[in-house]
């Protein structure tokens, strides 16, 4: 299996949408889109952005090597070090990300700034 196959494998058991992950990762749909059509490799960083978001290992998503989930009960990590922290992400912040991903950028913006006034 190769990792454009992981990526999209471990994407939909997780029920996210590509915009979904694009999104939780910090990149564009479109970025997600070529990972899982081998077109491009995601960055180390982005990479590891994406085992955690999808809660696997890191090893098994670069490589196909070891186990696939991550286990907390072991308490191993499943990203590297130096990737970024992202917590699990809950159906309703899903559901706020896919709608976000929708909205033309004008939009966006002015959601984005109205929620940043909230305290």
């Known amino acids: 299996m190769s990792?454009?196959?992981r990526i999209r494998e471990a994407?939909?058991?997780k029920g996210l949408s590509q915009a979904d992950l694009?999104?939780?990762v910090g990149v564009s749909r479109g970025a997600c889109g070529h990972w899982e059509q081998g077109k491009t490799v995601p960055s180390v960083e982005h990479l590891a952005g994406v085992a955690t978001v999808?809660?696997?290992r890191f090893e098994?998503?670069?490589t196909g090597r070891g186990r696939r989930d991550y286990d907390p009960a072991v308490g191993e990590?499943?990203?590297?070090?130096w990737g970024p922290s992202v917590p699990a992400v809950s159906q309703e912040e899903r559901e706020l990300i896919a709608v976000l991903a929708?909205?033309?950028p004008v939009s966006r913006l002015r959601l984005v700034e109205f929620l940043r006034?909230?305290?």
């Open 60 to 62: 098994w998503l670069a």
């Open 54 to 56: 999808l809660g696997v």
């Open 77 to 81: 990590e499943h990203s590297v070090s």
């Open 3 to 5: 990792i454009s196959e």
């Open 102 to 104: 929708r909205l033309p």
């Open 11 to 13: 994407r939909e058991v």
């Open 117 to 119: 006034s909230i305290p």
């Open 22 to 24: 694009a999104a939780t």
